[in-house]
């Protein structure tokens, strides 16, 4: 079996259900708190800005969720998608390792985000909603938003994040294609883009910005509801078609993962390629190391604390248990514009605090470094967060090297980088500068994190 290449699957093998993971572990995530009472939310706290079925999705106690035909339907365009061994990076590293990744930028939006964006838009339109609402960071999410809104007739208002908004415009480009309305963040179209932009005029704008311009849209409009791309559990579920497919990749070709590996900005494509493995490992079938990598400069896992803390800047969104580098975290302008986000997803969160997963920080000059070097050997321009996973991926391989012992390794490939293309040229240009958060500034926001027993 050693001369494959790409292992696919038949049309007929994509997953049926998405999986989910809370039954399983030995103990339950903390609930989210309303951001008023501090007591537990109950669904009807979230009925303004959710559809029910996704509601019922976020606190689910089933393990397995039927995924709807049209959504299948949709998934056909691109799923299943290819899982790689990448001989030629091996080759290049000299290494005994076998490494493995699973590829996401097959989709039309070039990611893993439609897997959760075409049921999202799938279950507003079910509803009867006409209009979403959301946030973008670098614009992947918003792209796939777009694109699934096109699928299910819903209009989309897109508020992304004013420095990305003016280092992508290809991706406002392909919003509009998609028929999507995109605003940079912070605006003057809400009162908390106004709120920021009083306080300063020049900001590059935040997620935990944008995600409060979003809410505040959708919130008061009967007609119209808000859509988030990572962090919640919904979110987290419907990306389980990952690793079900990678599961079954590797199973058909008699490999076995020791290292799995996944970029963390908010936990969807670590946890949608890892938790099925996850659950093996659980049952005791598999032992892999399971590790989170995430940018030195935006480290919430490894620098936040793991404490209650609202999901945007303004403080409208329930309080939700996550490591968190505080809920008005600005982000240096680094270039994995996914993975800048003040928190993690309380679920990640919380299998990280009971043991399971190990975390890394990574440079991003080390990132582009790994990218540029998988580029060269394997073709594909990976996006920048991922190449945090593969930059994890490199060391490992090198250690093995090193230590002639033979692992594989598994990591996802999460997206393309063909809209990032100017980030490829400052590296390469010598332009890109590694910077570690400080402690200071973590302590500093904790501060104004409210304090919740
Ligand atoms: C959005 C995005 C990320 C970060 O989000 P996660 O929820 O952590 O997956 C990472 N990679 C790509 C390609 C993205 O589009």
Redesign the pocket.
């Known amino acids: 079996m050693s001369d494959y290449t790409k292992v696919t699957l038949d049309e007929s093998e994509i997953p049926t259900q998405w999986y989910n993971i809370i039954p399983d572990l030995p103990a339950p995530p903390p609930p989210p708190l309303h951001p008023a009472t501090r007591e537990p939310i109950g669904p009807e706290d979230l009925a303004p800005l959710f559809p029910m079925d996704l509601i019922l999705q976020e606190v689910s106690q089933e393990s397995y969720i039927d995924i709807p035909g049209e959504v299948l339907d949709v998934y056909k365009l691109w799923r299943p998608t290819p899982l790689y061994r990448a001989h030629r990076l091996e080759k290049v590293l000299d290494t005994p390792a076998r490494i493995f990744y699973k590829y996401e930028g097959v989709s039309p939006a070039g ?3 439609p897997n959760t964006s075409i049921p999202q838009a799938y279950y507003n339109a079910k509803a009867g909603v006409k209009k979403l609402t959301t946030e973008t960071g ?1 614009g ?2 918003g792209s796939a938003l777009a694109f699934a809104c096109a699928q299910f007739g819903l209009d989309l208002e897109v508020w992304q994040v004013r420095s990305s908004y003016d280092q992508k415009p290809d991706r406002q480009r392909m919003m509009r294609i998609w028929g999507a309305e995109v605003h940079p963040s912070p605006s003057e179209n809400t009162e908390a883009g106004r709120q920021i932009l009083a306080l300063d005029p020049n900001t590059p704008g935040s997620l935990g910005i944008a995600i409060s311009e979003g809410v505040m849209r959708a919130a008061p409009d009967p007609d119209a509801k808000y859509a988030l ?2 962090v919640l559990n919904h979110v987290l579920l419907h990306q389980t078609v990952i690793g079900e497919e990678a599961l079954k990749q590797m199973e058909k070709v008699g490999e076995t993962p020791d290292l799995l590996i996944g ?8 946890a949608g390629l890892s938790f099925p493995f996850l659950r093996e490992k659980l049952a005791g079938k598999i032992n892999p190391t399971i590790r989170c990598v995430e940018p030195a400069s935006c480290p919430s896992l490894t620098k936040g604390e793991y404490r209650y803390d609202f999901g945007d800047t303004i403080g409208m969104t329930p309080l939700v248990k996550m490591h968190t580098l505080g809920h008005d975290f600005i982000p240096d302008p680094i270039h994995a514009g ?2 800048r986000y003040h928190g993690m997803a309380p679920l990640v969160s919380h299998i990280y605090e009971l043991g399971m997963l190990e975390a890394v920080a990574i440079h991003q000059n080390e990132c582009f470094s790994a990218a540029v070097k998988f580029a060269r050997s394997e073709g594909i321009v990976p ?1 920048p ?2 190449s945090h996973a593969l930059a994890a991926a490199v060391r490992e391989a090198v250690r093995c090297r090193e230590t002639g012992e033979s692992k594989t390794i598994l990591t996802a490939l ?2 393309h980088g063909h809209f990032d293309l100017s980030s490829y040229e400052a590296y390469l240009n010598g332009d890109l500068v590694d910077y570690d958060y400080p402690d200071a500034k973590v302590a500093d926001a904790m501060s104004r994190v409210p304090v919740v027993d």
């Open positions: 990611s893993h985000k670098a992947q999410w791309g990572s970029c963390t900005g908010g936990g969807s494509n670590f996914g993975l996006a967060e991922p999460c997206g």
